[in-house]
């Protein structure tokens, strides 16, 4: 059993990190809701990724936020890692969208899921959309064995959904938690893919070390959803459609990588043709062509991420969801 470094679950030993990159007010939203957590004494870290905007001007009155402002814009990848190198001390590290408003014991509840489940090391919330319609945004990752990832409920009214805590394949990196000894050992997100879809890669090889994800149902993040990029514009469907072929050939081991390597294919083929019927498709051909140019970078991944596997591929199936139907029904999004 693959455990946390030293499963220390003190407030005062947790790093809140939130990229932001023109926020706006939702960024003040978010850290009204961070004040409101019934723990204290966590280090909350806000990453500028170089907005335009003044989404980041009100934090000058707020002395318990250490603002690190980046350059440019480094992306949601690179500017988490960068977070996370400012987070002192911290042994759990969790990540916030601007976006994601916190309920007021939603850290609370992913550090009593810590203490009484010692075996997981990384925790997903659940997760409301923030339009007040009642329906949720995910419970969860989920990850087919063709590549293709989305969030579990999305879009589902929450009455009609009853979830206790289990095992998911990861969480979404809007609103989760992780061991930072787990994340300093895949060494943090692949900064190569922006962003969109580093979530599930960074879960993925969690997984292949063998750190498992918690679904922790009462800890509830309510969340705009692609508030910054916007759900199915240009940005988020290009990097989401490259990202997940690089996914696929740096993550999934041995056999399987052979064994589903045609449906793989077929979902590519078919991802473009429905981007085709948005009005997408030379941004999703350029996703592609951008993918296969990057396989060598990703081809030159897979030896080291494979070659530190300590998860037999029988094992990996366990949390990969595989069939047609869950992927011909998905309800679900992923960004």
């Known amino acids: ?190 900064e190569s893919y922006f962003c969109y879809h580093e979530d599930v890669d960074l879960a993925f090889r969690l997984r292949l070390l063998g750190y498992r994800c918690l679904y922790v149902p009462d800890s509830i993040v309510r969340h705009v959803s692609s508030g910054i990029a916007g759900r199915r514009s240009d940005f988020a469907t290009y990097h989401g459609q490259r990202n997940l072929v690089w996914t696929f050939v740096k993550d999934m081991p041995g056999v399987l990588f052979w064994l589903y390597l045609p449906m793989h294919v077929a979902v590519n083929v078919a991802a473009v043709l429905v981007c085709a019927t948005r009005g997408q498709l030379v941004v999703a051909l350029r996703a592609k062509r951008d993918a296969l140019i990057g396989l060598p970078m990703a081809w030159r991944a897979r030896r080291s991420i494979q070659a530190r596997r300590r998860v037999h591929p029988r094992g990996l199936l366990q949390v990969l969801t595989r069939g047609l139907r869950p992927l011909l029904s998905r309800g679900g999004k992923k960004s």
């Open 1 to 190: 059993m693959i455990r946390p470094d030293d499963g220390d679950t003190r407030p005062e030993r947790v790093a809140v990190i939130i990229v932001n990159y023109n926020g706006g007010a939702m960024l003040r939203q978010c850290i009204d809701a961070l004040d409101a957590q019934t723990v204290r004494g966590f280090q909350t870290i806000v990453v500028d990724n170089a907005s335009s905007d003044d989404s980041v001007a009100f934090l000058s009155g707020r002395p318990s936020v250490d603002l690190v402002r980046s350059g440019c814009n480094l992306g949601f990848a690179a500017g988490n890692n960068l977070g996370l190198r400012h987070a002192g001390d911290a042994k759990w590290i969790v990540l916030l969208n601007p976006d994601a408003f916190p309920e007021s014991t939603w850290l609370e509840a992913l550090l009593a899921a810590a203490r009484r489940s010692p075996e997981f090391a990384f925790f997903g919330c659940k997760m409301r959309l923030a339009d007040a319609s009642g329906r949720l945004d995910g419970t969860g990752d989920l990850h087919h064995v063709s590549g293709v990832s989305w969030r579990r409920d999305h879009g589902c009214p929450e009455s009609s959904v009853q979830r206790g805590s289990g095992e998911i394949f990861g969480p979404c990196a809007a609103a989760a938690m992780y061991s930072r000894g787990a994340l300093n050992e895949v060494a943090g997100f692949d």
